[in-house]
């Protein structure tokens, strides 16, 4: 699914005014319906209702959302500040102003100077139409007073599209004094891109996505730089398996993994690789990991490292189709020089994780011998350990892309929504996954299942995505049947069959 950035959801709007075509007061009252039917099934008839809108085309929406639910039997307040210097609102808002007013609602204050705030209680509902993302700078004056007493009432809130104030891409300088507080957003076609980051939940709450049927021709003709990724998008990317295949027709993969006291590591990635499709997995450990691993996954081949307790080299055969390396490895002089050795000489397609990525924080030269399109795989901690200490997840995801861009690699920075950031400059935000899989082993559990699709002939920027997608899934259907809390490392690999099996049910739907 695309993603668009505020100036490109203007053009979005355009179009579909030319191409169907459609009167922009039309679409706006689109948009309505959509959010009056929403707002029904939310907020019932017989609770206090009071609409903020402002002089822009998000005001348009909240005051066609007010006549909508009139004609509900809802009984709202409404409050239109038109305060700005000129007095005036934009040409869909007063259009919309004039069809409220022919209601003969008794309930209608326009705001041009002074405001007398209502007495708003705890129960009652707010419904924000301010300003929507196309805002361009901070509130000031009255609007943030009117934000901060929003959001010291304690009043439920809807915001519309976006809260106020809230920018629909970068927010460097949101405060929480300038910023209207949600407890629901209802956005409009698409998640805004500001949504994807932990700093702004404080404001948006719950956010569900509004059709409001933009024109498909124009969202195919609209371009982004920004994705979100749906089993609808990684299905038509999945491989049929050929009746008449064996296991080499499925890819090698080899996994460096693992060191004295963090096999474990190794199992979890070895699991996912196998419960992925990968036809043979070879894991390569010190010799201290035989016995653990020949137990544990007895389906991979041990492959000994010559070191007792540490990985000192990492083998580049040619009948390996692909390689991961990193999960409970270690970061040591030893490791590191392995590590070294081994991007001088693979050819194959290759996923960093772990350790892996803690050897370059502390040697960065590595960088420079990625090998193109080699895929990092870091949370937080350990982006911040290669590229150095940022303020906020906007900031980390321009991090991560100027990385993916520089070295012409992939970078998956997980997290809640994990994004991946390729080469080209492109985002693709994930859709899956939820709270429980923030427990130890389930980054090396990606890996494993990021290597096996690259051993199994995925293009790396397949594999990034479609391994992010089935992990989330098999993690969302352990936390479904067990409880997020519930949720280990092994539950996320148990659930991968039911997860594939899940996203393929879309190819025959």
């Known amino acids: ?189 698409t998640p805004k891109l500001a949504f994807f980051f932990a700093e702004n939940t404080q404001f948006t709450g719950r956010v569900k996505v509004l059709d409001i049927g933009l024109h498909p021709r124009a969202i195919a003709e609209t371009a982004t730089d920004y994705y979100l990724t749906t089993a609808i998008d990684v299905v038509r990317h999945l491989h049929t398996r050929a009746k008449y295949t064996d296991k080499h027709d499925y890819g090698h993969l080899l996994l460096a993994a693992g060191q004295y006291g963090m096999v474990g590591a190794s199992v979890l990635a070895a699991r996912a690789a196998l419960h992925s499709g990968a036809g043979l997995v070879s894991v390569h450990a010190p010799r201290c990991a035989n016995l653990i691993l020949q137990t544990a996954v007895p389906e991979a081949l041990f492959s000994p490292d010559k070191g007792e307790e540490h990985i000192e080299e990492i083998p580049s055969n040619r009948r390996y189709t692909a390689l991961a390396a990193g999960p409970g490895m270690g970061c040591n002089a030893t490791s590191i020089a392995a590590l070294k050795h081994l991007l001088q000489e693979v050819k194959q397609p290759l996923v960093l994780d772990a350790d892996a990525l803690n050897c370059i924080a502390q040697d960065p030269s590595i960088l420079q011998s990625l090998p193109s399109r080699t895929i990092l795989t870091p949370h937080v ?104 809390e519930f949720v280990t490392a092994g539950d996320i690999v148990a659930r991968l069959g039911q997860a594939f099996k899940q996203i393929k049910t879309e190819r025959m739907q």
Request: aromatic share 8%.
């Open 381 to 484: 901690i350990e982006l911040e350990r290669m590229f150095g200490p940022q303020t906020s997840d906007a900031d980390r995801l321009k991090c991560a892309t100027h990385v993916a861009v520089k070295y012409d690699i992939i970078v998956v920075l997980k997290g809640a929504h994990t994004a991946i950031a390729m080469p080209d400059g492109s985002i693709y935000f994930n859709s899956t996954g939820n709270p429980g899989m923030a427990t130890a082993g389930s980054g090396d559990v990606l890996t494993g299942i990021i290597g096996s699709l690259l051993a199994q002939g995925y293009s790396p920027e397949e594999a990034a995505i479609i391994g992010v997608f089935v992990h989330g899934t098999a993690g969302d259907i352990a936390a479904r049947q067990e409880g997020e």
């Open 1 to 189: 699914m695309k993603l668009f950035t505020t100036q490109s959801t203007k053009l979005l709007d355009q179009l579909t005014l030319e191409y169907e075509p459609i009167d922009s007061i039309d679409l706006m009252e689109r948009a309505a319906e959509a959010l009056t039917e929403e707002i029904s099934k939310t907020v019932s008839p017989d609770r206090r209702l009071y609409i903020f809108a402002g002089p822009g085309n998000n005001g348009g929406d909240a005051l066609a959302t007010a006549r909508l639910l009139l004609g509900l039997g809802y009984q709202p307040a409404v409050y239109l500040f038109n305060t700005m210097p000129s007095h005036r609102l934009s040409t869909d808002c007063a259009r919309n102003c004039d069809r409220l007013r022919a209601t003969g609602i008794t309930q209608f204050y326009e705001i041009t100077n002074q405001f007398t705030p209502p007495e708003i209680q705890r129960g009652d509902v707010i419904i924000d139409g301010l300003f929507g993302a196309g805002l361009h700078d901070p509130l000031s004056g009255g609007f943030t007073s009117l934000a901060r007493y929003i959001n010291e009432s304690e009043a439920f809130v809807i915001s519309i599209d976006i809260p106020s104030g809230l920018f629909g891409e970068w927010n460097p300088d949101a405060s929480p004094d300038r910023v209207v507080k949600a407890d629901l957003t209802l956005t409009l076609q």
